[in-house]
């Protein structure tokens, strides 16, 4: 399976987590949640395919808020539509006391369509339209309501923004027809539609904001970071978080360069040079559409959130089945206890190469980091890895501290933990089935 996303059917994947050390007695607690909470096909539906979703989003505990689906008004007047034509949409809930003028905002992930054969399958899914949406979706870990799972957002003004344009939130693409079908490439559109609905619903007088992300919605806040700023009042205090979008542009085990490849065709479909005209990478359009390159062009202030052995890039970036015809990556791939010590060097070299770009971004002052070295993708979107008793940490602090101490200034976070397997700490995904799509 690629990058891309769309998906066919959802496919009953069994995901646990395990924990050192403690593994059986948090696998137990996490399943029952899991099945009490009846979450398991959306779960298995990240897994299968999906990807770059928040899977443990939706593994999270039952404690978060239901939040309704609200579509974008005068969607086609204004040519901010999904794949197919339908209107974009977004979950809002609204803060309270000391948090009624902070705003967050989250981006919604989901990986790429790279050509018109995925993106078409992808306008019959909720990643493509919002036909298929959800009409409420569970808002937890940085967007729970509870001071417990959230101690330092809570009671703030919280936004989902609906990922349906397969690109990041990037592509303005006017011509609604390619190639005789419609297909609608408007991500940008919609990210500046939906903003300007929300600076009317008050986002306007917002004292502090957080544009916030996880895998391509990762990728999309780093794309929109200083848009988000200039958005907002002068004197307010503006912050971006990319959790688990720090897509590392490396050859994966057969030498091939993959996923700079299929960005590459993200790039061209969406005509997206347009977008990253800074960038200087004239090599290959695909490399522009990378972190790396991205962060070059921000100003304002970003966490960098993501784990050392990103599973998600781990799968499609670093062994992705197709280099791997003799499906020797098949056990590793799935568990990180079972790489062999050959694999094992190969993840650390992967996150050595993490390393290496997070010491270009130590020099930004005002920038945080915390790369832990699990086996996992998206951890701020559930309250187990964001803030609970058994969260991964690092120096002893949980992601929600971390992300809180450094939003509020309250100390400098340049977290960049030990190698595997050092870190007790750490949720590992286990996966029961290769991706496949
Ligand atoms: C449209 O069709 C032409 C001719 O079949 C093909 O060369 C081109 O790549 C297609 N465009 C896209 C975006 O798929
Ligand atoms: C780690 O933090 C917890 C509370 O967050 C505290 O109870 C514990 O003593 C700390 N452990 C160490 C080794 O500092």
């Keep these: 399976m690629s990058p891309s996303s769309a998906p066919a059917s959802r496919r009953h994947l069994r995901l646990w987590w395990r924990r050192r050390g403690r593994a059986g007695a948090v696998a137990a607690t996490f399943a029952a949640a899991l099945l009490a909470a009846g979450l398991l096909l959306a779960l298995s539906y990240y897994a299968s395919v999906v990807a770059p979703r928040a899977a443990p989003s939706s593994s999270s505990s039952s404690s978060g808020a239901l939040v309704d689906l609200?579509?974008?008004?005068?969607?086609?007047?204004?040519?901010?539509?999904?794949?197919?034509?339908?209107?974009?949409?977004?979950?809002?809930?609204?803060?309270?006391?000391?948090?009624?003028?902070?705003w967050l905002i989250h981006l919604e992930g989901g990986g790429w369509c790279r050509n018109l054969k995925s993106c078409a399958s992808r306008q019959k899914s909720m990643l493509g339209s919002s036909r298929y949406m959800e009409r409420q979706v569970e808002f937890a870990g940085i967007l729970s309501d509870d001071e417990a799972q959230n101690p330092d957002f809570y009671d703030w003004n919280k936004?989902?923004?609906?990922?349906?344009?397969?690109?990041?939130f990037s592509g303005n693409v006017k011509d609604e027809f390619q190639n005789g079908t419609k297909f609608f490439f408007r991500g940008q559109r919609i990210w500046k539609a939906v903003m300007d609905e929300l600076l009317l619903k008050g986002l306007k007088h917002a004292?502090?904001?957080?544009?916030?992300?996880?895998?391509?919605?990762?990728?999309?806040?780093?794309?929109?970071?200083?848009?988000?700023?200039?958005?907002?009042?002068?004197?307010?205090?503006?912050?971006?978080?990319?959790?688990?979008?720090?897509?590392?542009?490396?050859?994966?085990?057969?030498?091939?360069?993959?996923?700079?490849?299929?960005?590459?065709?993200?790039?061209?479909?969406?005509?997206?040079?347009?977008r990253f005209l800074h960038c200087s990478s004239s090599e290959d359009p695909g490399q522009c559409f990378f972190p790396r390159e991205v962060v070059k062009a921000i100003h304002t202030p970003v966490f960098v959130l993501n784990p050392a052995y990103d599973a998600?890039?781990?799968?499609?970036?670093?062994?992705?089945?197709?280099?791997?015809?003799?499906?020797?990556?098949?056990?590793?791939?799935?568990?990180?206890?079972?790489?062999?010590?050959?694999?094992?060097?190969?993840?650390?070299?992967?996150?050595?190469?993490?390393?290496?770009?997070?010491?270009?971004?130590?020099?930004k002052k005002d920038w945080g980091i915390f790369i832990d070295s699990c086996f996992v993708h998206c951890q701020s979107l559930n309250s187990l890895t964001w803030h609970s008793p058994?969260?991964?940490?690092?120096?002893?602090?949980?992601?929600?501290?971390?992300?809180?101490?450094?939003?509020?200034?309250?100390?400098?976070?340049?977290?960049?933990?030990?190698?595997?397997?050092?870190?007790?700490?750490?949720?590992?995904?286990?996966?029961?089935?290769?991706?496949?799509?």
Aim: aromatic letters at 8%; glycine letters at 8%.
């Design 70 to 102: 609200t579509l974008l008004r005068r969607a086609e007047k204004k040519g901010a539509l999904c794949l197919d034509g339908s209107a974009p949409g977004y979950h809002l809930q609204r803060g309270s006391g000391s948090g009624s003028q902070s």
């Design 159 to 168: 936004v989902k923004i609906r990922y349906c344009d397969g690109a990041s």
């Design 207 to 274: 004292k502090q904001a957080f544009l916030t992300g996880c895998s391509a919605g990762g990728l999309a806040t780093y794309i929109h970071c200083d848009d988000f700023r200039a958005l907002l009042p002068k004197d307010s205090r503006v912050k971006c978080l990319a959790d688990g979008g720090f897509f590392l542009d490396v050859e994966d085990i057969s030498k091939q360069r993959t996923l700079r490849a299929f960005y590459s065709e993200v790039v061209r479909l969406q005509d997206l040079k347009r």
């Design 312 to 363: 998600w890039q781990v799968q499609h970036v670093l062994a992705p089945e197709a280099s791997d015809p003799k499906h020797s990556w098949l056990d590793c791939r799935l568990d990180i206890s079972k790489c062999n010590p050959n694999q094992l060097k190969i993840l650390q070299g992967f996150r050595e190469e993490l390393h290496v770009a997070m010491s270009e971004l130590k020099q």
């Design 390 to 437: 058994s969260s991964p940490r690092v120096s002893n602090k949980t992601i929600a501290e971390a992300v809180g101490d450094w939003f509020f200034d309250r100390r400098e976070v340049k977290e960049l933990d030990c190698e595997y397997p050092c870190n007790p700490t750490c949720h590992n995904l286990v996966f029961d089935k290769p991706f496949k799509g």
